[in-house]
């Protein structure tokens, strides 16, 4: 048995280094190591059982054609020669009858890394001319508010969270998602922080805080307007800071001072004194940190609440120390891009958002999309409008790639199936979003079955479409100087150390004194004048529930402990259940385990219920990542997720979700 040090690119922000066991060329057992000192020899329970993924039923062992009806899983094998060039023909057909528009590439966060995403891929697609993609289903609404609030700042180490005397988690669930975070947090608890969790649930967490507000879904702006408004009256406000550091006060006051407690509490379906108890902490404890999760980015008021919510510690002057400020995403931490070694330029060509995948493969015309290349992403499990996107992807006409190590949903519609490596099986170079952190993966074993990296796929497809050019950059060790070519501290950093390094300004950055706003003049835009020209209400402007008489649930599905959005999510046995209020049951006479149908104008899901008083009353979860096998009808919560944009980033709205519930008879 041998012992090898790589680390974890998927999607978590925590960007694990880990120690794999492997015994006659199998993977036997991962665990995390220390390089990453943010790992701590530890890490999640998906990832630990990787191993099963990898040598189990769902794993694509070999290129295959579709045989039988589409989503039927029905394949016959062939040569990776004939899988590449039926491909190449077919999209080099479609560019010439159809336009390069007809072609739409479709990926996402499956993997994190930099070689595996956005290189030959995007050489590919652009020089056929494809649609571009915006790739919004999440993170979306927060990149737009913290680029123009602070132009992406990094924020606050994990390391550094004992320091803070007061921690508020908004909108996130590191127990679940992130758990590296967890152990700082207990610290700072041990050290006498006081926690504040803003969440519609009582999560296990929120359970062991000092305040939960268990606000309605979609009302994080109210109440982070109604703090504001409050700091501004109760001399909360650090008026030197605002004077040095801040443009837009006086615009973001008016619209804070719209909302007092008492009209909050009655929004946010919470108790006016429990507001006031926040911003009284707020107020006068130093220092204080927030951690801005991207549950609250997830409806109607996503982009304007996340805004409001990294206005407060402006406010405040809760900056300039260790532990004080905020933390959202630390991905722009690192000045490097993929597309550096595209060697290509994106076309002019229309941009389809993926969160209406459903409409550009059903109604978008001028031109129709005839090719679909999906990789690093399932669609069908993880975008809005789920039967939207089931009508598009059963068409005949439409000529389907998926390109992935296992047989997800989405690839029981392909007309092509493609093996993909997995992490375990390729080099790598990834950075974390949380962690501070870019560290270099190396392949473990050698490649299962007959299982192909993405970028040697896509540049084999760019010289078959008879694309290539002299000079593109081919092997890995070419596309990874590309991407450093710029920034030769970063590449020495790499090379000098165990393949592992922090970003250029440290590991612990205290905001305002190591890192600064990254804005034109390196200041806090509290009313960023572009994102209020962007928002269709404009900036910090309410936009009521949507729910209806009809229809008066609110149904949320956040991250949960079983997968990383839809990734190992064929490791979950068994049905999982909609979580649901006792209050809720009552009245519709449904009992715990009941098999019941979860509907609105969209579609229905049958599963079980389970009554947990940890649901806020009007809301029910089904938390999100779940495959077909997990319900009774093979929907997930996406059959119920409307396709609608959330004011900033054109973000995905699966939090504005409202539905009923009845028995399933």
Request: aromatic share 6%; hydrophobic share 40%.
């Amino acid at each position: 048995m041998t012992t090898h040090s790589t680390a974890c690119p998927l999607d978590c922000p925590d960007h694990c280094s880990l120690s794999v066991e492997v015994e006659d060329g199998r993977v036997t057992e991962i665990d995390g190591n220390e390089v990453n000192p943010v790992t701590q020899g530890y890490i999640c329970a998906k990832v630990r059982r990787l191993p099963e993924a990898l040598y189990g039923p769902e794993r694509v062992l070999e290129p295959a054609f579709r045989i039988g009806p589409k989503g039927s899983g029905h394949f016959k094998p062939v040569t990776w020669d004939e899988a590449l060039d039926t491909i190449a023909r077919k999209l080099v057909a479609v560019r010439d009858q159809h336009g390069g528009e007809a072609i739409l590439p479709l990926s996402y966060g499956g993997s994190n890394g930099f070689l595996s995403q956005d290189t030959t891929d995007a050489r590919l697609f652009w020089r056929l001319g494809a649609s571009n993609l915006k790739r919004a289903v999440c993170a979306a609404p927060t990149g737009r508010a913290a680029m123009g609030l602070y132009g992406k700042m990094p924020g606050v180490a994990y390391e550094d969270y004992p320091h803070a005397r007061l921690i508020v988690i908004w909108g996130a669930n590191p127990a679940a998602s992130g758990i590296h975070l967890m152990p700082f947090l207990q610290e700072a608890k041990a050290h006498g922080a006081k926690l504040i969790v803003v969440d519609p649930r009582r999560t296990k967490l929120a359970a062991k805080s000092h305040l939960h507000l268990a606000i309605r879904p979609g009302t994080d702006l109210p109440l982070a307007l109604a703090l504001a408004r409050w700091l501004f009256e109760n001399d909360g406000v650090d008026r030197k800071f605002l004077a040095d550091h801040a443009t837009g006060v006086d615009a973001f006051h008016e619209h804070a001072a719209m909302w007092t407690l008492d009209r909050a509490a009655l929004t946010c379906g919470i108790d006016a004194h429990a507001i006031e108890a926040f911003a009284k902490l707020y107020r006068d404890t130093t220092p204080a940190l927030i951690r801005c999760g991207w549950g609250l980015e997830r409806n109607r008021n996503g982009g304007s609440a996340v805004a409001a919510v990294l206005a407060l510690p402006a406010l405040a002057g809760k900056f300039k120390v260790k532990g004080g400020g905020y933390t959202l995403s630390n991905s722009a931490a690192w000045p490097l891009t993929s597309t550096a070694a595209a060697a290509a330029s994106p076309p002019n060509t229309r941009t389809i958002n993926m969160n209406r995948l459903g409409e550009a493969l059903t109604e978008t015309t001028d031109p129709r999309v005839h090719a679909l290349f999906v990789y690093n992403s399932n669609p069908l499990a993880t975008m809005p409008e789920q039967e939207k996107v089931r009508k598009g992807l059963e068409r005949e006409d439409l000529f389907t790639v998926v390109f992935d190590s296992f047989l997800t949903d989405t690839a029981l519609f392909a007309d092509v199936v493609l093996p993909a490596t997995t992490f375990l099986e390729r080099h790598e170079l990834s950075r974390g979003y949380g962690s501070l952190s870019l560290q270099r993966g190396m392949p473990i074993i050698e490649r299962i079955g007959a299982s192909r990296t993405n970028h040697e796929v896509f540049l084999e497809l760019v010289k078959r479409a008879g694309l290539a050019q002299v000079g593109d950059p081919e092997t890995e060790a070419d596309i990874e100087a590309a991407i450093l070519k710029a920034t030769p501290e970063i590449q020495g950093a790499l090379e000098n150390g165990n393949g592992f390094t922090h970003p250029p300004f440290g590991p612990r950055p205290v905001q305002f004194v190591d890192v600064f706003p990254r804005t034109s003049d390196m200041k806090v835009h509290l009313f960023a004048e572009e994102l209020d020209t962007e928002a269709p209400r404009g900036l910090y402007e309410y936009a009521p529930d949507p729910g209806t008489p009809r229809f008066p649930l609110a149904l949320i599905s956040p991250a949960s402990h079983r997968t990383i959005s839809s990734t190992l999510g064929q490791l979950v046995r068994g049905q999982i259940a909609l979580d649901m209020h006792p209050a809720d049951a009552e009245p519709r006479n449904l009992k715990d385990g009941d098999s019941v149908r979860v509907w609105n104008t969209s579609g229905e899901v049958i599963c079980r219920v389970s009554l947990t008083e940890s649901m806020r009353p009007g809301v029910v979860c089904l938390p999100k990542g779940l495959w077909s096998r997990h319900t009774q009808n093979g929907r997930t919560a996406n059959a119920l997720a409307p396709d609608t944009f959330s004011d900033l980033g054109e973000g995905a709205c699966f939090n504005d979700a409202r539905v009923d519930v009845t028995h399933a008879g």
